[in-house]
């Protein structure tokens, strides 16, 4: 679901995360051997205010070790960061500082392998006074590989099979926001790659409308292209 909830209520947020790796079904009929956290890929997504206390539960409910890294916090990696074994737990606790769209990942080594293969989310942070709008979303891209799992040979374009959000063969698009006239929108897109992918996003396709606002977060947008 491409609806954004509203930030979490309170200051001070526990959250409890489990480690998993389990067949989920990626397409109609097709299913995958993801690793994932919360037993979903993408990830959760989570969301709350500058200065809001994030204390995450991480329960390794897998079969082997894995861990968390939170790109919108500022922790020891040898500490919060470090990997877990099966039937493991531990808590990573920190204050969102900055606002932004932010990814989190599993960050044991072969990293890249762990995110391939779903261990991944995106956590949203408010600044104050944030303008209302009618209606929110937050839209991760991502990518279903489908070379073996702990296979890092897999992980190049030749076995790169689908983005969710224009598959050629498994998926093509996963949700169509259905808008009204004069709605105001707020639209996060979120892309956990390594930043030299192009994520080509369209918003009004044969119909007026206007962007209000790029945050300067988003350095990577190379242009805006008005219909």
């Not at 690793?35 to 390794?60: A, C, E, M, S, Y």
């Not at 922790?75 to 989190?104: C, H, K, N």
Request: one cysteine or more; aromatic letters at 8%; proline letters at 8%.
């Amino acid at each position: 679901d491409p609806v954004l909830q509203p930030p979490l209520t309170g200051t001070v947020h526990e959250i409890a995360l489990d480690a998993t790796e389990q067949l989920i079904e990626v397409a109609p009929g097709v299913t995958q051997l993801m690793w994932t956290f919360g037993g979903q890929v993408p990830g959760p997504v989570l969301h709350g205010k500058i200065g809001d206390l994030f204390r995450i539960t991480l329960t390794n409910k897998g079969a082997m070790g894995h861990s968390i890294d939170f790109h919108a916090s500022k922790v020891a990696w040898s500490d919060e960061m470090r990997t877990i074994q099966p039937g493991e737990s531990l808590v990573y606790e920190f204050e969102a500082q900055f606002a932004g769209a932010y990814m989190y990942h599993c960050g044991t080594p072969p990293v890249l392998m762990h995110i391939a293969a779903g261990m991944y989310g995106a956590l949203i942070v408010d600044p104050p006074n944030l303008p209302s709008v009618d209606h929110e979303y937050a839209i991760v891209q991502s990518e279903l590989y489908t070379g073996p799992r702990g296979d890092l040979a897999g992980l190049d374009m030749s076995t790169w099979k689908d983005a969710p959000w224009d598959g050629p063969r498994y998926l093509t698009v996963l949700h169509l926001l259905s808008v009204g006239k004069n709605w105001r929108l707020r639209v996060k897109v979120f892309a956990p790659d390594d930043g030299e992918d192009i994520v080509p996003v369209r918003f009004g396709h044969g119909h007026q409308h206007h962007v209000a606002a790029i945050p300067a977060q988003i350095a990577a947008v190379r242009h805006v292209q008005r219909l």
